[in-house]
Every structure is written in C-alpha cells, then in structure tokens.
C-alpha cells in the first residue's frame, strides 16, 4: 500500500493537486499536535512511575522508639551493623538525631522538640528491588529483635494512592490517545467522501475506460498522504517546541516524586514513528474509503 | 464467426419505471459498423451504456466477447472496458487534463509508458487537427474541438469496439466526414463500431455498414443482417 504513494507523474495528474489539501494539513496537524501530547503525558507518566515510584516503593524507613537517647543510640547503631550484613539492601542511611529535629520543628518548634518530646530514630533502608509482603515480613522478623521498640514503615504503602493514580492517569493518555486516532481517520474519510464527490465525474470517466478501483484509490492515497505528512510535519514541530519548553519545567521540580523522572529511552522512538503511523492511517483510511465507495459503482 | 456482442431478451428500465428498452435479441459481429438510428428517446443512449459496460441490463443476456457480461464480477469490469472505446454525446472530457493528457488518458489507465504514447497521442492530435491545441484546457475548446478530442481518446487504443453517440453533432460536414474515415480506418483493422446518429446523410457515407433502428425501445432490424455476418465493408470515396 505504502508504495501507491510513489505514483508516476503522469497519473497524480488525473486529480489536480491541492483539492484535497485545503484545510486537510492544519486539521491534521492539531490533531497530531494533540495525540502527540497525550502520547507523551502518557510516556512522561510511565516514566515517572518507573523511576520516582520504584525507588521510593523500594525503601523502608525504621523507627527505633526508644525515649532514652542514649538506648536509642546503642539500638540504632546495632540495627545499623545488622543490616549492613544483610543482602538484598542497596543502601542504608541512618538519619541523625539533628535531622529529624530539623523536620520536626517547622510544626513543634525547636524548643519543644528539644525538651519534651522525644524523637524517634530513624534509619532509611533502600532494597535492591521492591520488597513484596513476604520479603518484608522476612525483614520485619529480621530485626525486631534487635530493638526494644521497633517499627517499619514500607514507602509502598502509603504509595499505593499514587501508583493508583499514575496508572489511571496512564490509561486516561491511552484513551485520549485512542479517541484522537478515531477523530483523525473520520477527518480523513470525510475529507476522502468530499473530494470523490468532487473528482466523481473524473472516476466515472477513467471506470469507462477500464480505470480499477485501486488505480482510483492510489490517487486520493496519495493526496492524503501529502496531506498528511504535511501536516504531520508541523505537527510535529510545534509538539517538539511544546516538550522541549515544558521539560524544563519538569526538571525544574524537586518533589520527591517528580524529580529525576523522564521520558524513557524508547518514548522518544514512539513519538517520533507517531507522525509516520499517522500517515500511514490515513492512507488506509482513504483506500479503504474509495475502494468501499466505489464497490457502489458498477 | 464468434461475436462481439450477443443481446439475447435483453430490457432495461431505471428504478420502478416502465422498460426504457425490451426484448432486444441482436448479435454483432467482429469488424462489422453499425449505424445505431432511432428518434429522441428512443433508447439510442441506453443500449449504447449496455454496450459499453455501464449498465447491466434488468433482465435478459449480454455476452460480450464471448463472456456474460450480466453476470460478471465487478472486479473483471475494467478488462472488457479496455477492450471498448467509447465517444460519449457530451463528450465528458476530463476538465483538469489538456487536450493531450486527454487523448492519452486510456493508454494511462492502460498502464503504457510514456516513451510509448508521446508518438500516438501527437499523430491522434494532427490526424484531428488539433496539434496547435495541445495543452489546452477542455474549457478553452470549441463544442467541435471538443468532440474531436473525445473521439480521439476513444480511438487512440484501437479498441476491438467503438462505440459513439453522435459523434459528428457538433462538427462541420467536412469534420463529419473526416472522423467518419477515422472510425471506417479503424473498422477496417478489424474494430467493431457501432455509431448513434441522427444524421441520416450519415448512413450513405459507409457502403455495407448494417443499420439497427429503436423505436420506443424496440428494436427494428431493417437489413435484416443483424443476425448473419455482415458483408464486406466499402467506403465509399
């Protein structure tokens, strides 16, 4: 099919370039514009999840509840040893006591903190892959021993609210993504149905003289094509600038969640064949839309 | 002899209306003329569309070039079509082409290179005097000039049949002539032609040539030579 597009010059002649064009190309360049768009939120989102989501899902924080600072501090250290020699843990991180106050005092004031309340201590502890129920029951067995009071907050938990969004938000690209799809091939049919309304004089007369429907519908691929590609192009360009200014942005963000996440290697390759694909679709469409109108004809 | 076009019962009528043609039974013959007469509506223009493919009839057979046509498949259509060559009455030129892109079109269609067509097409264009005009738009042509393009792409891929409706209407009586000659040259390397006319000076100018009457749709056979071979053709000078 692809290769109906390199058509002689002597027959792209029997439609007059330009009649499909028209508006044609800037429809489908907002249209490209915008599934672009929702193709990239899409991969952006699965990018985000990926990184951000992953290395936060793979951590654990424990608590050593021990309101004497000295046994907190022999605890902590000894949990610390402990876990230094387990395997699976990329990376353990004890967080001073200077620290968590530093945390704590914008809501109990650096006062209150010092003096009456007494501060937990934590150890940050990120595993080599995402722990699952099991692993981190094997864990928690692991080192309760090793303090009096004991507690181990998953990240995965209270990150299951936002892996439930990412992926709604990834369906929701997915489906905006699809209806774009189904608005640029109708775009397409209706534009194919008002130019052979115009050209019906021109296909009659090449059917008279033994023209086949598929030399018919090679012209008006071809125009799509043009039309298309054309379109695809500016498309394309204007969705380059658009990312290229919003990546900034979104590097710009030091959320936890958000910071260091971006397109995944393979994103790029998506958008890129995504113009192509769109041409593509619209050549189908517009052979698909002669050849069924034309079975009408004798 | 096989033929060209065999009609056996053959009616034609559009949507719910009475028949437009009934009960034509003819055969023609390879490298046989006929002139097709018959006053206004009386279905000249509708046998000649069973003829050239762009009816099928309501009831009866066709069988052109030994294949029925009434039942043929879609898909082996443009085949038989390109064994045909058709001057339409108002001449449906293709307005966009110029008058050589016209005249070249069925050997396009026909898939013939252009090296190929250059030679045809510009003899076609000084056979019809049109050399001077070749790049021009349909639009910018007289009804004449017209017309004798349309014959010229009609006969430009030596069809096995030729089938015209008033070719001569709008052309001087020496033009008249002229593609007369045309369509007896061609007739003469074996084309099957069949001429709609009105122009009963016309009927004299081809010795031999069968005459086939409609009146009110049917059929009169006044050589009574529809069904037998036709004789030798001789154009008279």
Redesign the interface.
């Known amino acids: 099919m692809l290769l109906d597009f390199a058509l ?1 010059e ?2 792209r ?2 439609i ?1 370039e330009g009649r499909i064009s028209g508006p044609m190309p800037w429809v489908i360049a907002i249209m490209l514009f915008l599934t672009l768009l929702a193709a990239a939120t899409g991969l952006l989102l699965i990018g985000a999840a990926q990184q951000g989501g992953d290395d936060i899902a793979s951590r654990v924080t424990i608590q050593i509840i021990e309101p004497n600072p000295t046994r907190r501090a022999a605890q902590r250290v000894a949990v610390t040893r402990a876990l230094r020699s387990m395997p699976g843990l990329s990376q353990i991180k004890p967080i001073p006591d200077a620290q968590v106050r530093e945390l704590l005092a914008p809501w109990l004031g650096g006062d209150v903190v010092d003096a009456d309340i007494p501060i937990p201590g934590l150890i940050d502890v990120t595993f080599t892959q995402q722990p699952d129920k099991a692993a981190l029951a094997r864990f928690t067995k692991q080192i309760r021993p090793l303090a009096s009071n004991i507690r181990i907050d998953s990240h995965a938990t209270w990150l299951a609210p936002y892996f439930d969004l990412m992926r709604a938000l990834i369906l929701l690209s997915g489906g905006v993504l699809l209806l774009l799809l189904l608005a640029t091939s109708a775009t397409v049919i209706l534009a194919v149905r008002s130019a052979l309304n115009t050209h019906r ?2 296909i ?10 598929v ?1 018919a519908a090679r012209l008006f691929q071809r125009r799509v094509a043009l039309d298309a590609l054309l379109g695809g192009a500016i498309g394309f360009g204007v969705a380059a600038l658009t990312f290229w200014f919003i990546s900034g942005r979104f590097a710009a963000v030091e959320s936890g969640l958000l910071a260091g996440s971006a397109m995944p290697w393979y994103g790029w390759v998506v958008l890129s064949i995504i113009p192509l694909g769109v041409t593509a679709l619209a050549m189908f469409m517009a052979r698909l839309t002669v050849l069924s109108a034309l ?1 009408k004809m ?1 | 002899m096989q033929s060209v076009v065999e009609f056996d019962n053959v009616g034609l009528r559009y949507g719910t209306d009475s028949e437009i043609l009934a009960d034509l039974s003819f055969t023609l013959f390879p490298g046989s003329f006929y002139f097709l007469t018959g006053a206004s509506g009386a279905g000249k223009t509708s046998l000649l569309k069973l003829l050239y493919l762009a009816h099928r009839p309501s009831r009866g057979v066709i069988k052109m070039f030994g294949q029925d046509a009434v039942t043929m498949p879609r898909d082996r259509m443009p085949g038989f079509r390109r064994r045909i060559g058709v001057v339409f009455q108002d001449f449906r030129l293709v307005k966009h082409l110029s008058t050589f892109d016209n005249i070249a079109l069925p050997l396009r269609i026909a898939g013939i290179q252009e090296k190929d067509l250059k030679g045809p097409v510009t003899e076609m264009l000084s056979w019809i005097g049109l050399t001077e005009r070749a790049h021009a738009r349909p639009a910018t042509l007289s009804g004449g000039e017209q017309q004798r393009v349309a014959i010229a792409r009609a006969v430009i891929g030596r069809p096995e049949m030729l089938v015209a409706d008033e070719p001569t209407g709008n052309v001087d009586p020496d033009m008249a002539r002229r593609l007369l000659q045309l369509f007896a040259a061609l007739n003469k390397l074996g084309t099957t032609v069949v001429v709609a006319t009105h122009d009963i000076h016309l009927l004299n100018e081809i010795e031999g040539a069968q005459m086939m009457r409609l009146d009110k749709g049917r059929l009169s056979d006044p050589t009574g030579n529809l069904r037998h071979p036709p004789r030798p053709l001789v154009l008279k000078n």
């Open positions: 002689p002597h027959e002649k029997l007059p004089e021109t009659e007369i090449m059917h008279m003289m033994g023209g086949t429907d030399q079975k004798l």
